[in-house]
């Protein structure tokens, strides 16, 4: 064999194990090479966090769906086991008559996504519009199940700047009208439960469209406090049959209710050193903790009373 001959041998033998290793970490095909690890493996009984909008997101619940190994996990990112008092308190979570819970999808998808977000963060708009059409196919195809839990921490920000400003009413209003979002949000989900996905992606896209990207733009802070209003509006007639009229104290009222709840489960699934760092969003990426969990949740009461 002659060195030409060699060349191109070991030439394509690199390229078919590139296009092997990139439909992997795409989820494409599993790659499971024995001796060749490329992260770490989740638990029966596991779960992946994700503090801030990563784009590393869709691959982890690629990975969890699949079955293949954790790769490219992160300083904010980890791996932890779900513990009795876990799954007790995420199983309240998506039962019926939650204020601060949204649910789409398979209860008995093998995945469990819990994504914690506000519908005016903005670093949630970004991994929306960029990130989240990655994983609504496996939402969508029943292989994930999709728990959305309110956590107001940008809409608590406008409140808290109007306390040191009362005569800035825009700034309550777009407080008023941030907490009002989630009610149409919530709405939406009881009316016609398919319109789900789209109403979140619907109103990021106005607060990237008119929030974002004109701040950017014109570097100017007003369109920060403006786009909430617009969104609220922009919801209130694409989808009047959940046109929502809040009261301020209503408002402060279902943030703190909100807050609290957010706060009882934070120390169940984050560690301590990275607590003070949790935000919007934060993604939990966990396996079905009814199956991994299904002979200790019989002992609290029957397993189908949660599917």
Known sequence: MNNKVIIIVVAVVVAAVAVVLVTSALGIIPLSIPGLSFGKSLPSNGFVYVIGAYPNVP?????????HELRGLGSSEGVGSLTPSAVQYILKLVKNGNDYVITYGNPKASVWLLEFLDPVCPYCSIFDVYNFSQIAPLIRSGQVYYIAVYFPTHALGYYQAYAQDPNASVLLTAFNDSVALWLQWKCISSVNASQTLSVINETYIADFMYGLVPYVEYNNQAYL?????????????????????????????????????????????????????????LFIIMKNPLLAYSLTMVRFGSVNAYL
């Not at 691959?59 to 079955?67: A, C, E, K």
Request: a positive charge; charged letters at 10%.
């Open 59 to 67: 691959t982890l619940v690629r990975d969890v769906v699949y079955g």
């Open 225 to 281: 406090i403006y786009y909430p209003i617009f969104s609220y509006s922009l919801i209130n007639k694409t989808h009047p049959e959940c046109s929502i009229t809040l009261k301020p104290t209503q408002a402060v009222n279902i943030t703190n209710n909100a807050l609290n709840q957010v706060n009882n489960i934070i120390p169940l699934l984050i560690p301590k050193n990275l607590q003070g760092n949790v935000g919007t969003p």
